[in-house]
Each structure stands twice: as C-alpha cells, then as structure tokens.
C-alpha cells in the first residue's frame, strides 16, 4: 500500500511539477507567455474590484505572479511528493487563487472554460481527500492504544 500511495502522489504532484517547469523555462525577462495572458485578466479583476469596492487596488507586476505560481507548484509539488500536508496546503493555495484569475467567468459557456474548471474542481478535491485522509490516519493512530503487559 506504502508503493502505491507514493506512486499516486508522484504522479498527482507530476501535473503541477511539470506545469512550473514549463513556466519556469519560459520566464524570460518579462514573465513570459504566460505573463500575457495573466496580465489581460488581473487588468480585468483589476478594474472589476476598483469598481466594486470604489477604492483603487495597487498595481501588481505580473511577472512577479507568475513567479509566485512557479514557486507555489514547485515546493508544493516537492513536499507533496514527500507526503508532507504543508505541499497540499501550498498546491490549495497556489489553486484558491489562480482559478479565478485564469478562468473567464464572464463567458462561462465556453466549453473550453468547462473542461479546464471541472479539472481544478477535481484537482482541488484530491487534495482536500489527500489531507482529511491525512488527519484521519493521525486520529485513528493517536486513539490506539499501547497493549499491556500481562502479568503472571
């Protein structure tokens, strides 16, 4: 069971490792490929919570989100990997904020949009099943108690 579990995080964590190395390649001076398409939809939430909240939201430089992406899922990955809860809380964290950044949800009937927020509906249930799965072995463990010695 120990060989399969393992696997299965290898091979979970291998979507986002891969993901941050593609990106991590591609940084550039500028950020990137994807420092373009990131910059079209924080402009757009941008000017979206400015008129919302009637207060001017600071100006973010993109390249440094696209760096924070890359480290989210690269040490997220690497301690997911390793079985540790602080990468599974890193790759949450890395998907409660780019999910609304990256999906259009103004055109939300693109099927397009459907596939890729249906995946990281799924993403983000995996890992919260990996950490209730987590704190669920440590509640059992800790109930457990030591045998005693009998007496004769």
């Known amino acids: 069971m120990g060989f399969l579990s393992a696997l299965g995080r290898v091979l979970f964590a291998f979507f986002f490792l891969f993901s941050a190395w593609q990106e991590f390649n591609a940084f550039g001076v500028d950020g990137g490929p994807i420092a373009k398409v990131y910059g079209t939809k924080v402009?757009?939430?941008?000017?979206?919570?400015?008129?919302?909240l009637g207060v001017e939201v600071?100006?973010?430089e993109i390249k440094h989100v696209v760096a924070a992406g890359i480290a989210l899922k690269g040490v997220g990955g690497i301690l997911f990997i390793l079985?540790?809860?602080v990468g599974a809380y890193l790759l949450l964290l890395h998907l409660?904020?780019?999910t609304p950044v990256l999906?259009?949800?103004a055109n939300y009937s693109n099927p397009e949009f459907l596939r890729v927020f249906t995946q990281d509906l799924a993403?983000?249930?995996?890992?919260?099943?990996?950490?209730?799965m987590k704190n669920s072995i440590h509640i059992r463990q800790s109930k457990r108690r030591s045998p005693k010695s009998k007496k004769n």
């Open 96 to 98: 409660v904020i780019i």
């Open 123 to 132: 993403l983000f249930g995996t890992l919260l099943f990996f950490l209730g």
């Open 43 to 52: 402009d757009f939430l941008k000017d979206r919570a400015t008129s919302y």
């Open 83 to 85: 079985g540790s809860s």
């Open 103 to 105: 999906h259009d949800f």
């Open 58 to 60: 600071p100006a973010v």
